[in-house]
């Protein structure tokens, strides 16, 4: 059943977006050469790129003032997009829950910083599971990007993962 999970606007500067699982205990981390997203977070054994991951997050160039619309959806596409940045798997775990959120840095941290990166957070639901996800975005190039969805596809179970 195709379903919109949540929606973020915001006004920039928005220089990140994301999903996480709520049980989360590592920061994702942009490094060289992550052009569009990054999975990478130290201890999760991110470096295998099939890997199912606690989070995804997505490098932004949203100016000061421009609008920015983060959609997280299950097996639903909004009309256009253009640009598939990225396939991967999220991975629901301890907590039936996923943060989404837009914020001001490249930097990305965690969510026991206080707060201050992040324009835009969210909790929402998401029942345990290794989601497929695929990163959509609506321009060709970065500094274009004013639409970003997280696109869950149908999960597995965590003992299939």
């Not at 989360?24 to 569009?36: S, V, Y």
């Not at 999760?44 to 995804?56: K, R, Y």
């Not at 957070?121 to 996800?133: A, D, T």
Request: hydrophobic share 40%; charged share 30%.
């Amino acid at each position: 059943m195709a379903t919109v999970l949540t929606i973020i606007r915001a006004r920039g500067p928005v220089r990140a977006c994301a999903v996480e699982d709520e049980s989360a205990q590592t920061a994702l981390e942009f490094r060289p050469g992550d052009r569009w997203t990054t999975s990478w977070c130290e201890h999760d054994g991110a470096d295998e790129p099939e890997a199912p991951h606690w989070g995804l997050a997505t490098r932004l160039e949203v100016p000061e003032g421009a609008s920015f619309e983060l959609l997280v959806t299950r097996d639903y596409l909004p009309a256009g997009l253009v640009n598939c940045v990225s396939s991967s798997a999220l991975r629901i775990g301890d907590k039936p829950g996923c943060f989404a959120w837009a914020g001001g840095r490249h930097e990305v941290g965690d969510l026991d910083r206080g707060g201050e990166e992040f324009r835009t957070l969210v909790r929402f639901e998401v029942p345990f599971g290794v989601y497929p996800v695929d990163v959509w975005v609506d321009a060709d190039e970065l500094e274009d990007v004013r639409r970003v969805v997280y696109l869950l596809g149908e999960p597995a179970a965590l003992r299939d993962a």
